[in-house]
């Protein structure tokens, strides 16, 4: 229901706005009729969802190309459903000319919402798969205790609850330790390599190189922003924002999905 708002408030403002396609000659309450192509578009919406949500059981899993095609089908219905009220209200005789250059125009703009749309349903399901994981990864983690262990001969270990860990930076010889502590963020400087410490966690799927500086822990991203050139990711309430270079990126997504 959302999504076909989202459509039918697109097609009304567009038609009330900016009239295109000769809207601006039509004499009679062009409020009224942009209504009408927005009701249109909503219904059209509505009732090629209630036919595609059936596909979704059939073919899994339902990929992006799946979704960008179901998206370019449904706006060419929509835009031969609007093409007929068109004809109609304005008294334009129903030729093939003139439903293929309608078709043009609609496939142009329907490209344009394609992206847009699939973007954000992408968007979306990796944000509730993401979601999902996390929230069962933590429970089952609740209790355990990781060491990343200092390779000084005086160093001191670190041990900590393996949730309260959020990401581990590699500066030189040495790391630094992101983590929780009695509900703030600090940081400690451990003399070691990121490659010891992901030896050390190696039994932990959560712990995840991202970046040949970074190591996350996923249970703690909060925010995960970006495309397949890499993404920006937010831990907790740390002010330090974590990159996932593109080499990481479909290791990130085979994770989360």
């Not at 712990?207 to 996923?218: E, K, M």
């Amino acid at each position: 229901m959302r999504d076909c708002a989202i459509y039918c408030s697109i097609v009304f403002i567009i038609l009330y706005l900016l009239q295109p396609f000769g809207f601006s000659m039509y004499k009679g309450n062009k409020f009224l009729v942009s209504l009408l192509f927005g009701a249109v578009t909503f219904g059209c919406c509505y009732v090629f969802g209630l036919v595609e949500k059936p596909l979704h059981k059939y073919i899994s899993p339902w990929r992006v190309w799946h979704e960008a095609l179901s998206v370019l089908v449904m706006v060419l219905f929509i835009g031969i459903c609007n093409f007929f009220v068109f004809s109609y209200i304005f008294h334009y005789p129903i030729t093939f000319s003139l439903c293929q250059l309608f078709i043009y125009w609609t496939l142009i703009i329907g490209v344009i919402v394609t992206i847009f749309s699939v973007s954000i349903s992408y968007y979306r399901h990796l944000r509730s798969q993401l979601e999902m994981l996390l929230n069962k990864t933590t429970e089952q983690q609740e209790g355990i205790t990781i060491t990343i262990h200092d390779t000084n001969v005086r160093g001191s270990d670190l041990r900590l609850s393996i949730n309260d860990l959020l990401f581990v930076e590699a500066q030189k010889n040495n790391v630094v330790v992101c983590f929780i502590k009695d509900g703030s963020t600090q940081k400690k400087e451990i003399h070691t390599t990121l490659s010891a410490v992901l030896d050390d966690l190696r039994d932990y799927e959560n712990i995840f190189q991202c970046h040949r500086s970074f190591v996350v822990n996923l249970n703690n991203i909060t925010s995960a922003q970006g495309n397949s050139n890499g993404y920006q990711l937010k831990l907790g309430n740390c002010p330090t924002t974590i990159p996932v270079s593109r080499t990481y990126v479909p290791k990130l997504r085979s994770f989360i999905a």
